[in-house]
């Protein structure tokens, strides 16, 4: 990438090998506001840390980047060309997909079933559930997830689980760009290293372009290409994962913290 381009860019203005872009992008709630003037990119097969507090405004943009919420204002661009995201189904089928952090798991059905949610494999006329089966048992095998059966309902599985199969649903997806928001809650020290390497493996093959919110800073920077720091629904930082550290991440946000606090006393 040399220069960067105009917010007016085309899709021939596109730079090279940036599959999104994020262009003026505000949300609010009510009488809050969320998202201020958002941008942000990202190149084909680059993996982006987003961080920031709670209530920073994370969640709100990966909604709207996965469909399920639109912007107030701003635009967003694929591969050059400006979308409007109607749903997440419609998302989903330009390639973008989600793994939420208020999981979108159903409870009722088998972890294959949830594994091929909304992708079933049909043999006419019935649906191929021995093939949704084997996928699934290899799927989650490859990942090093370790599930008694594919055969029980999710209702009975622990939430580090779930949220394996939500991230796993994603990973084999074909989805060109994944937005993980916070793949890493609920894990146990195994199951966040499985869902890295992930991650991490996701980053070598360079097809697939990952936005990843986590709040431990050190377990994302390793995996990250480049990490934007979101404060108060502002991206106030952008930067190389190398040439960042928990360290200066860490200062920026306590600093915001103290600074709150400074103007609430000064007020008072
Ligand atoms: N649907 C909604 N209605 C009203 N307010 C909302 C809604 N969604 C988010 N908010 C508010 O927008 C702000 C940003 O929330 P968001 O969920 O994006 O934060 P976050 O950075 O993901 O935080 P966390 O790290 O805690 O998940 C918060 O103040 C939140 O209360
Ligand atoms: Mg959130």
Redo the contacts with the bound molecule.
């Keep these: 990438m040399t220069t960067e381009p105009a917010a007016s860019a085309t899709a021939a203005q596109a730079p090279d090998g940036e599959v999104l872009r994020v262009e003026h992008v505000s949300k609010r709630?009510?009488a809050?506001t969320?998202l201020t003037d958002v941008n942000l990119h990202l190149a084909k097969g680059e993996v982006l840390a987003l961080l920031?507090?709670?209530?920073?405004?994370?969640?709100?943009?990966l909604k709207i980047l996965c469909g399920f919420q639109p912007p107030d204002s701003g635009r967003i661009l694929l591969d050059g060309q400006e979308v409007t995201l109607k749903s997440v189904d419609h998302a989903r089928s330009l390639g973008i997909d989600a793994v939420y952090?208020d999981l979108a798991l159903i409870n009722q059905l088998s972890v294959y079933h949830n594994m091929f949610l909304n992708r079933e494999r049909v043999r006419w006329p019935l649906l191929n559930n021995r093939a949704m089966r084997r996928v699934a048992r290899e799927h989650l095998d490859t990942m090093g997830v370790n599930l008694p059966s594919v055969d029980v309902e999710v209702a009975r599985l622990s939430g580090g689980q779930r949220q394996a199969i939500a991230v796993a649903r994603s990973v084999y997806s074909d989805a060109k760009i994944l937005l993980l928001?916070?793949p890493l809650a609920a894990m146990g020290v195994k199951e966040a290293a499985i869902i890295l390497d992930l991650v991490r493996d996701i980053k070598e093959q360079g097809q697939v372009s990952v936005i990843i919110?986590a709040?431990n800073y050190g377990q994302v920077l390793e995996v990250s290409d480049r990490v934007n720091l979101?404060q108060q629904?502002k991206i106030t930082l952008d930067k190389r994962a190398s040439e960042t550290s928990v360290v200066e991440l860490t200062n920026l946000v306590v600093a915001e913290y103290r600074a709150a606090l400074e103007a609430r006393h000064r007020s008072a």
């Design positions: 709630f009510g809050l969320a920031g507090d709670n209530g920073a405004g994370k969640s709100t943009l952090q928001d916070e919110i709040h979101l629904g």
